[in-house]
């Protein structure tokens, strides 16, 4: 369906990735936000509490990340679309509700502006560190979604495909933005309502004598009731029948655990999104995703430069990953470098999924600033030498 | 299981002529799941006769039974939410008050009564209560305070008295517990009350009162624990409990919650402490915006909510 024209401010505008993030909510349909103060992502919640006052919804802001990341789920119950916005301390506190929202299979939207870690860390500067928190640090096991935006376009963009990837998929979904891109300032366009697309909530149209909670759709998914409806809906933590009754025992546990991975993960199709360009002949593929692509492109353009036939492929989806794409682009590749503001952590995914097809290169950073693209470049040239691949060195280029 | 068999096994089939005994029904059957029976309580526990007397109150309340939805915490009394015949919502630890608070704002038709542990309103939950009261939420908090913490075995908890032995204060209880209702009147709820599971009675009018206060209601409930609680400090059975309940009960309407903390040799205050008339945070929101903000202010109306 499309976008209710309610709040959705179309045209042009001059705005940084936290505000273009809420804006993009906003037109997705969302109406509840609770959240907590934390640098870098605090404006995310400033706007909301501006702006949803004058479009119908509601806007708490509770007493730590852990209630703020239970609250959106209780009101994901009652009925709202709902997000919380984070950084990683604040992450590490909702922990224990991600594990929630995906054994209770709570639609949501979780925004993690990303800063230098561990612990307090850095702040008011980049880090892409919380990759691997965000899919492994709840206990269990489970799958979600996480997109990686690397404009306040994209901010915008990729909000409205968050939230309907969780009305979709029914499980939170996370905008892996980070400091540069929450607080970079760009050109970004908003569409007219009617030109985008959002995913309503799957109500069930059953009655409640026939509805069973936790029953999978075909695609593995079960439909949602609201509370207040006469469903009588009981939602727990443990392991539960399709009823959503307890059911703790190793059947139950095998075919609920195994049904929400899978329904992720044999969906991986209609989610994941690697943007390729010059893929088809490379010899080096940079694979980066998030703020990092942004200077991965200069790297490539400078290695074209000096004749080398390099390609670069963008995860817009980190997770699930695309594990099939990044082995089909390591079968034809000698190389892959893989830049991110972290000491290595999709780098390891990149290695699964190359099978040692190609050999794969991590250019790490520990956060604090992006990139320069003279580092990444060192390393595709040092890829090149090592696939022993002929190229200009830069005083012949001039 | 049908729960009418449960009732009838209980006496010697010798000694009945079961043809001659008319067919009982619990009264409040139909406010609980009758096919989660039975349930999982202890023989002598307290929790459920909270649960009948919150399905007293319930039934008598003329409430749509479709617009009142139980969240709850983790622990004995967390299993409350998957016993009650409502939307209800068995959460995480320590966090039915949040999660209550957004399925309240999101659905402003809801009643939302929370159902939970002293553990784990006050210890985990602690500061989410806190804020919760000063925020003067329209919800109702029941707390079922049996003293420890029972689902995991008999450990020490915010509200175990001075000197009570429980295995991880196992030379006996040194730290203070708190007086809940002190806690609550200071956060700022707007009706607190203490019974025991003996005033069945006072509790469902409490129950009924603090559905139908405007605001953050609280009451606490002292309640039996034989299995963990007192079986492990030689306090006998759970009748024994209830009968000391009735004998050291007085009840003070009124009381100043500073005087009403449970300690070994005073009486058990019992009553409702505080009834206070306080903008809900609902309420106080909706002005702030209106005066602020005037015709544009839209209140929340779920919009987004595609039916």
Redo the contacts between chains.
């Keep these: 369906m499309k976008a209710s024209p309610e709040g959705v401010l179309t045209g042009v505008h001059f705005m940084d990735g936290d505000h273009a993030a809420c804006e993009g909510a906003i037109a997705a349909g969302c109406r509840f936000v609770a959240g907590y103060p934390i640098t870098p992502s605090t404006e995310v919640v400033e706007r909301f509490s501006v702006r949803i006052p004058t479009v119908g919804g509601m806007f708490i802001q509770m007493e730590d990340e852990i209630a703020s990341s239970i609250a959106i789920q209780g009101a994901a119950w009652g009925g709202a679309k709902v997000m919380t916005v984070t950084s990683g301390p604040g992450l590490s506190l909702m922990m224990e509700h991600i594990g929630l929202a995906v054994m209770a299979e709570v639609p949501c939207v979780i925004v993690d502006v990303q800063r230098g870690g561990p612990s307090t860390g850095l702040p008011t500067l980049p880090a892409q560190a919380d990759m691997m928190q965000v899919k492994w640090g709840s206990h269990g096991d489970y799958q979600i979604i996480a997109l990686s935006p690397n404009s306040p376009q994209e901010c915008f963009d990729l909000m409205i495909r968050a939230f309907n990837l969780s009305e979709t998929w029914r499980c939170p979904v996370f905008m892996m933005m980070d400091e540069v891109v929450g607080h970079m300032v760009e050109r970004v366009e908003i569409p007219p309502a009617d030109q985008i697309e959002i995913v309503p909530r799957r109500w069930t149209t059953k009655k409640p004598s026939e509805y069973r909670a936790f029953e999978p759709g075909p695609d593995m998914v079960p439909d949602m009731a609201k509370a207040g409806d006469g469903y009588k809906l009981h939602i727990t933590g443990l392991t539960h029948d399709e009823r959503g009754y307890p059911a703790m025992n190793v059947p139950a546990q095998n075919r609920l655990v195994r049904r929400l991975s899978d329904k992720i993960l044999k969906n991986r199709d209609k989610i994941v999104d690697v943007r390729e360009d010059g893929c088809e002949d490379a010899d080096i593929i940079v694979v980066s995703y998030g703020i990092t692509s942004r200077v991965a492109g200069a790297a490539v353009e400078m290695a074209r430069g000096l004749g080398l036939k390099v390609g670069s492929a963008r995860m817009v989806v980190c997770w699930p990953f695309p594990d099939v794409e990044i082995a089909r682009l390591s079968r034809k590749a000698k190389a892959i470098v893989v830049p991110e503001l972290n000491l290595g952590q999709m780098v390891g995914e990149v290695e699964r999924a190359a099978c040692g097809d190609a050999r794969v290169y991590l250019v790490d950073h520990a956060g604090g600033s992006v990139h320069e693209p003279e580092r990444i470049l060192e390393t595709i040239l040092q890829a090149a030498r090592d696939a022993g691949l002929g190229f200009k060195t830069e005083a012949e280029r001039s | 299981m049908n729960p009418t068999e449960i009732m009838v096994s209980d006496a010697d089939e010798k000694d009945v002529d079961t043809s001659r005994v008319a067919p009982i029904e619990n009264p409040v059957l139909s406010m609980l799941?009758q096919?989660?029976l039975p349930h999982i309580w202890c023989p002598g526990c307290g929790i459920g006769t909270v649960v009948n007397c919150f399905s007293r109150a319930l039934m008598s309340s003329g409430h749509d039974m479709?617009?009142v939805?139980v969240?709850s915490g983790i622990g004995c009394t967390g299993r409350v939410?998957?016993y009650m015949?409502?939307?209800?919502?068995?959460?995480?630890h320590g966090?039915s008050i949040?999660?209550?608070?957004?399925?309240?704002?999101?659905?402003p038709?809801?009643k939302v009564v929370v159902f939970s542990g002293d553990g784990d309103l006050f210890a985990i939950g602690g500061?989410?209560f806190?804020?919760a009261a000063r925020r003067n939420l329209d919800m109702l908090i029941v707390c079922v305070n049996n003293f420890t913490y029972g689902m995991t075995g008999g450990q020490v908890a915010p509200t175990t008295p001075l000197k009570s032995t429980q295995s991880t204060m196992p030379f006996g209880n040194f730290e203070p517990p708190m007086n809940l209702p002190f806690v609550a009147d200071a956060a700022g709820a707007s009706y607190v009350a203490r019974w025991t599971v003996f005033h069945i009675r006072q509790l469902v009018r409490a129950m009924k009162e603090g559905m139908e206060h405007k605001g953050f209601s609280f009451i606490e409930i002292m309640s039996p624990c034989p299995t963990l609680y007192l079986r492990r400090n030689k306090l006998g059975d759970g009748v024994d409990q209830v009968r000391y309940f009735k004998e050291h009960s007085v009840l003070k309407n009124g009381a100043n919650t500073q005087d009403v903390a449970i300690t070994a040799t005073d009486p058990i205050v019992v009553g409702t402490f505080v009834e206070r008339e306080r903008p809900t945070?609902l309420d106080s929101r909706n002005a702030q915006?209106t005066a602020t903000?005037g015709d544009?202010?839209?209140?929340?109306?779920?919009?987004?909510?595609?039916?």
């Design positions: 799941r096919d989660r479709n617009n939805a969240v939410a998957g015949n409502l939307d209800s919502f068995h959460t995480t966090r949040p999660f209550a608070t957004g399925l309240r704002l999101a659905n038709g809801l500061n989410h806190l804020h945070w915006l903000l544009r202010f839209v209140p929340y109306g779920g919009q987004n909510v595609q039916k």
